[in-house]
């Protein structure tokens, strides 16, 4: 097997740019980026801790 650095799971982690730096697993959800601009001025994401809302916005920034 190849030297390979092992990529690790992002808890707790909100910030896109750290996450690329860091060599985490990403899931991308860009494809409700449409959704989330059609829905409005305020948008109220209902999500369990740590699944991602705050990683989701910095995508959007």
Do not use: W
């Amino acid at each position: 097997m190849k030297d390979k650095k092992i990529k690790r799971i992002p808890y707790g982690l909100a910030n896109y740019e750290l996450l690329v730096h860091q060599n985490c697993y990403y899931v991308d959800k860009t494809i409700f980026l449409p959704a989330v601009e059609k829905a409005g001025n305020y948008l109220f994401f209902i999500r369990p801790r740590r699944f991602g809302k705050s990683l989701f916005l910095s995508v959007m920034e």
